[in-house]
């Protein structure tokens, strides 16, 4: 602890907490805003925090919260005479005349847990850091998970009854009964996928497989440009494989519609440079962030996807791809290592509350057949997590002279949904148009024809 810390006293608002306590007691209704920013532990006086986890306990039960319910409710838990009795809980009530202020003085004792969390991360921050028995880095990954969760404390909840939820639910299907829209996730910009999954929704781990020169890169950067070029949906894209100079010239060449080789090779006519210019301006304004570090540590990009969804507000996020990260566990066997960063993006996909979309390599026998599940290559973990699995999949080239007719009507190839964990699954017929490496619908590609 800093000098001349040691003996102060961690900050708290007395009044304050009795203040939303006297208000729960005096107005049933005032509980539906405390619980939204307030559990037991944010109270710093003892007596405060048992009598705030009594009111909790008779509003689960469905009842009202009252001087008498409340003492009563106490009494029952042996924790009355802890409090200070039936009279510190009866004159919790003349603090305030009303519960008009609910909000604020839940936002004040909110504010004051705040700070005095902050203090005891701070403390174990330093406590951790003399400990030279604990790696640097592991320490400054758990001071950002802490750091994480204080900044979005006042939207987590310790539980939460289902009487909230419930409501909360009937909200929901009453507000897409509204609205009638198809799409309640990010689109990924074929409407057929949408069709079957609303659009990739918060939370989820979706993960593509494909075997090598499928296309997977392409596809996702075909999503990723749609979502943060057309949609303005900040877009974060993690590049394992290629740095983000090359990725740069292949969505270039994607959204100017000009042939990749051209732009490499500079044979370029006045008409690219007009359509390459007019794509350069769109992906300028685009909120896309590119985030080009190989050989990435699963520690490394837990931090920076912590980063840009606090500082650029990212709503989705892009991996290319998922084997290409490295284990802080080296000790570990392959598939192990890779269980645990299939488990670990899964868990930071509910963290961050965006979906998580992570490129695969799948096994030789994807080649033969169809892929399915057990196609998915290094580990069967990542098929039990991820909550969506595509696999793209297409009849390899037979010869030149057809790979060269593919190169201008586009390759047919089956982005099959394999899983999803909360709709159906299904098979959609998209056109990988190798020439500006990226993908298509049929429908799409038969209006530039």
């Known amino acids: 602890m800093a000098p001349g810390l040691k003996d102060k006293i961690p900050p708290h608002d007395t009044m304050a907490e009795q203040a939303t306590l006297g208000a729960l007691l005096l107005d049933k209704e005032a509980i539906a805003t405390a619980i939204q920013y307030l559990r037991p532990d944010d109270f710093y006086s003892h007596a405060n925090n048992k009598v705030y986890d ?5 509003f689960n039960k469905g009842l009202t919260a009252d001087i008498l319910t409340v003492s009563e409710e106490l009494r029952q838990n042996g924790k009355l005479e802890e409090v200070g009795g039936p009279a510190y809980v009866a004159s919790l009530t003349n603090v305030v005349p009303s519960s008009a202020n609910i909000e604020y003085y839940a936002q004040t004792v909110q504010n004051y847990a705040l700070r005095r969390a902050l203090i005891r991360v701070s403390n174990e921050v330093i406590a951790k850091t003399f400990d030279e028995s604990q790696e640097s880095r592991s320490i400054l990954e758990e001071t950002q998970q802490q750091i994480f969760e204080l900044t979005d404390k006042g939207h987590t909840f310790s539980f939460r009854d289902t009487k909230e939820i419930l409501k909360q639910t009937i909200e929901v299907i009453d507000r897409l009964y509204k609205l009638k829209k198809n799409i309640t996730g990010i689109p990924s ?3 057929e996928l ?3 999954t609303a659009g990739f929704q918060a939370s989820e781990l979706i993960i593509i497989g494909a075997r090598p020169s499928m296309g997977k890169t392409a596809l996702a950067l075909t999503m990723a440009s749609h979502i943060a070029i057309r949609n303005k949906i900040p ?7 290629m740095s983000d100079l090359a990725l740069m010239l292949r969505l270039i060449s994607s959204e100017a519609m000009i042939h990749a080789n051209a732009i490499r090779t ?3 006519t006045a008409a690219d440079f007009t359509n390459l ?5 769109n992906i300028y304004d685009a909120p896309l962030y590119i985030v080009d570090m190989p050989n990435m540590k699963l520690l490394d990009l837990r931090a920076q996807a912590r980063r840009l969804r606090a500082q650029q507000q990212v709503e989705i996020i892009f991996i290319d791809y998922l084997t290409l990260i490295s284990s802080e566990n080296a000790r570990l066997q392959r598939h192990e290592q890779i269980a645990e960063i299939s488990r670990s993006l899964k868990s930071l996909a509910r963290e961050l509350k965006i979906p998580i979309v992570a490129l695969s390599q799948l096994t030789r026998e994807a080649e033969k057949d169809k892929p399915n599940l057990s196609s998915i290559r290094e580990s069967g973990s990542i098929e039990q997590d991820a909550d969506v699995v595509m696999f793209l999949h297409r009849e390899r080239d037979s010869d030149q002279k057809a790979d060269d007719k593919d190169m201008e009507a586009g390759k047919k190839t089956n982005l099959i949904l394999a899983k999803q964990r909360n709709g ?3 098979t959609i017929e998209l056109l990988f148009m190798a020439k500006y490496t990226k993908f298509v619908s049929p429908i799409q590609n038969s209006y530039n024809q």
């Open 189 to 191: 910009g074929f409407d």
């Open 424 to 426: 159906p699954v299904g």
């Open 277 to 281: 210019l007019e794509a350069a301006s």
């Open 235 to 241: 877009t974060a894209f993690f590049t394992l494989e």
């Open 194 to 196: 949408d069709k079957l």
């Open 54 to 58: 009594a009111i909790l306990n008779l």
């Open 266 to 268: 500079g044979f370029l």
